[in-house]
């Protein structure tokens, strides 16, 4: 489900508008993140912007360089230091108010008014979630540090995907941990000696979403 053809189709459905408030943010991260993923972006974006400029009943403006050059700026002559596409919106991860949900294993959830559920994830160094899958997609973007499963290792910049036909086991590297953007489309399901009880678990706290 990890593949290259899936991520493709998520930065295309970015670069076309077609995404909602949560995807739209962990793309921008990912391509704040990845260079090689903004450089497909640039690509998608330039196709798209020809095809528009070819539709018969859009009139497309023409301007001089001019018009751009002498735009009132809102910078007052300050230098604006550009900040990644979360940290504008919830500030530096050291201020943030983490949900404990078991030891090593934190979270915090973004005020998106979405179908998606977006959410922060700190790992410990060597904490692991129990085996797992999804009813529906699952997004990782990794921010800090790294993790590993059954499939590979993920740092800064990576990002996997995955569905209701993978089950893994992600363990947060020794040595730093590591901090996840996360997007699920569905409820969580789990494996092994205690899956049955977060599962009852699970069920239970979608009644309070």
């Known amino acids: 489900m990890n593949t290259s053809a899936q991520k493709n189709e998520l930065i295309f459905d970015y670069s076309s508008g077609n995404l909602g408030e949560a995807k739209s943010l962990f793309v921008s991260m990912y391509l704040h993140l990845n260079s090689l993923a903004a450089k ?65 294993f934190k979270e ?3 005020p998106f008014k979405d179908h998606d559920a977006v959410k922060l994830i700190k790992m410990d160094p060597g904490t692991s979630v129990p085996l797992h899958s999804h009813n529906g997609k699952e ?50 399901v789990f494996f092994g000696n205690f899956g049955s009880l977060l599962n009852l678990v699970t069920f239970v706290k979608s009644f309070f979403k």
């Open 40 to 104: 497909r972006a640039s690509i998608f974006e330039n196709i798209l912007a020809e095809n528009f400029s070819k539709l018969s009943d859009i009139a497309p403006k023409n301007l001089k360089y001019t018009d751009c050059l002498n735009t009132p700026s809102n910078n007052n002559s300050k230098t604006y230091k550009l900040k990644n596409p979360l940290s504008r919106l919830i500030g530096d991860f050291n201020t943030i108010d983490w949900k404990s949900v078991y030891k090593g």
């Open 108 to 110: 915090y959830s973004l």
């Open 139 to 188: 997004y990782i973007l990794v921010l800090e540090g790294s993790f590993c499963d059954e499939y590979g290792e993920y740092n800064k910049g990576d990002m996997q995907i995955n569905d209701q036909n993978i089950k893994h086991n992600p363990t947060a590297c020794k040595k730093n941990g590591c901090i996840c953007l996360s997007i699920t489309e569905n409820d969580v």
